[in-house]
């Protein structure tokens, strides 16, 4: 068979023998997962999606089976959430499953032979308890299975699964398997069950015999770095300096985002195949954009999180700039942070990595953009030097947010960080294909800052730029205090950026305050800096 080329993964476990690789030890405390397994406990091990469970599973069940301590077996459950709360037909897929991995991982037809035949004459609402009994009995070696997708099921269904496991418990090692690994997005603990009858039932309750939750961490910088080498050793093609640090900075280690901006840069276009020509940090920057405006999978989920109920009440006080108020509940935090959206940093809860700072505007505001269609296009801002006019850009944002302000928020299901988002979506619409924006926002900031990059040549991004901050604020006490607050912010975000202009926005949010009093221009001076203010 011809050997093929090694590329990076951004769909399905890992296979090493095409993809680069990560050892599962490097991802986990082996010596904390190998001490749980010897001591009998079962355990979960969660981690957003797309972060390389399923390939650590896998892995985990062929290194145990080679050191010949015990009997492992990996099975994925996803095919029962389908019976929804018809526990005979998920537990009946659910040991099908089962069956057909012992088949498979084991070369076990017996054992799977029996199981299928099994299924014909017992009650299959006990059917996982009874053929766990049956394997851990029969089996040679205590066995440990790591059940997959535990928290795709749904209601009963997942009731009964995590019950049945509870009650053979007890029976471990000789008539149940000696450890258990039930994995997932969220811990068992975050499990809300809706049962046919509708009573709620949590997945602590139903399963309190786990001893301890695992989240799967994202790739660390070595990783990361290792990730790349084993590229550079494979093709020849190498890294320039800063590649890595921008990589880190783009996505703190998320394994899908790693792989796929590494994919995007690498192997995604023709003219990138030359592995004499070294991957760049502006290549990357490129490959970021694409990847963002591409919208792919892994994206698409992320940003469906964002209707729910638990993610909102975290997530627009960081688009705001403002505090968590103190109504929302641990577990929705912590719901955030094992979603992989949320991290917490320095004691600070912060967006997980920068391209996700980059999705969740633009995800919330993509049809306001489609909207804006024949109300602010690209070429009524740009000046014959190939400039973006500014002055023109934010005075029709004012004009247009004063006619349109009251209607459009209230399409947002995120209405207080509206007039910040609402800015975000005109902005991005002119500069869509021409220019960059970066944004940073987060808990009590106090403001959204924005960085406008704007190519002024046919060379692009590695040609000279137009540079431009942006500062968002809510006016929340008097308005001398917000600008003054407003100008030392700006001036000194400016500084640290670069730009060579500075604009200040400032949104009054009383609806007694006339709109002839809320639309002012100025124009301020901070430590030298002059600085653009727009009263909303």
């Not at 009874?130 to 795709?152: F, G, I, M, N, Y």
């Not at 909102?312 to 509940?329: F, H, I, K, T, Y």
Request: hydrophobic share 40%.
């Amino acid at each position: 068979m011809p050997s093929m080329d090694k590329f990076f993964n951004t769909a399905g476990p890992n296979q090493p023998d095409i993809h680069y690789t990560l050892r599962p030890v490097q991802r986990v405390d082996w010596p904390e997962l190998s001490s749980l397994m010897a001591a009998r406990k079962y355990f979960i091990l969660h981690a957003p999606r797309q972060t390389g469970k399923t390939s650590l599973l896998i892995n985990l069940m062929h290194h145990l089976n080679a050191e010949g301590h015990y009997r492992a077996l990996y099975v994925n459950v996803e095919a029962a959430q389908a019976a929804r709360n018809d526990v005979a037909a998920a537990m009946g897929a659910i040991v099908g499953a089962m069956a057909s991995a012992a088949s498979y991982y084991w070369k076990d037809d017996a054992l799977a032979d029996w199981t299928r035949e099994r299924l014909k004459s017992v009650d299959r609402q006990d059917a996982l308890r009874l053929t766990l009994e049956h394997w851990s009995r029969v089996s040679p070696k205590p066995l440990v299975v790591c059940l997959d997708e535990v928290d795709a099921l749904v209601g009963d269904a997942l009731i009964s699964l995590l019950r049945q496991i509870r009650a053979g418990y007890a029976q471990r090692p000789e008539a149940f398997p000696q450890s258990m690994v039930l994995c997932g997005v969220r811990d068992v603990r975050d499990y809300r069950i809706h049962r046919s009858d509708g009573e709620i039932i949590t997945g602590g309750s139903a399963f309190n015999i786990k001893s301890e939750s695992i989240r799967l961490g994202d790739f660390t910088q070595g990783d990361v770095a290792e990730l790349l080498q084993q590229h550079t050793d494979a093709t020849g093609q190498t890294f320039e300096a800063g590649v890595l640090d921008e990589i880190w900075a783009d996505t703190q280690g998320q394994p899908w985002l790693v792989n796929a901006l590494a994919y995007e840069a690498c192997f995604r276009k023709t003219g990138q195949l030359d592995r004499s020509q070294p991957v760049t940090v502006e290549l990357m920057r490129q490959s970021r954009e694409r990847l963002i405006l591409r919208r792919d999978t892994h994206l698409d989920q992320l940003a469906d999180k964002l209707r729910e109920d638990r993610v909102r009440r975290v997530v627009q006080p960081m688009l705001q700039g403002e505090e968590l108020p103190v109504d929302v509940p641990e577990d929705d935090r912590q719901y955030c942070i094992d979603l992989g959206l949320i991290a917490r940093r320095d004691r600070q809860l912060q967006v997980a990595n920068r391209i996700y700072r980059e999705v969740l505007p633009r995800e919330l505001t993509s049809i306001v953009q489609d909207s804006l269609q024949g109300k602010a296009e690209q070429p009524w801002f740009v000046l014959p030097d190939r400039r973006l006019d500014m002055d023109k850009l934010l005075g029709a944002f004012q004009q247009f947010f004063r006619e349109n302000a009251q209607s459009w928020l209230e399409r947002y299901a995120y209405k207080e960080a509206g007039p910040q988002l609402l800015l975000q979506a005109f902005l991005q619409r002119v500069v869509n294909g021409g220019g960059r924006i970066a944004r940073e926002y987060g808990l009590g900031r106090g403001r959204t800052d924005l960085f406008l990059q704007w190519p002024l040549t046919e060379q692009g991004f590695t040609g000279p730029m137009q540079q431009v901050v942006l500062e968002l604020k809510i006016q929340h006490k008097g308005r001398a205090a917000t600008l003054a607050a407003g100008l030392e912010q700006t001036a000194r975000y400016a500084d640290q950026c670069g730009a060579e202009s500075a604009h200040l926005l400032i949104f009054d949010r009383n609806p007694a305050t006339p709109w002839d009093d809320k639309l002012y221009r100025q124009t301020h001076t901070h430590g030298g800096r002059v600085v653009e203010v727009w009263g909303m």
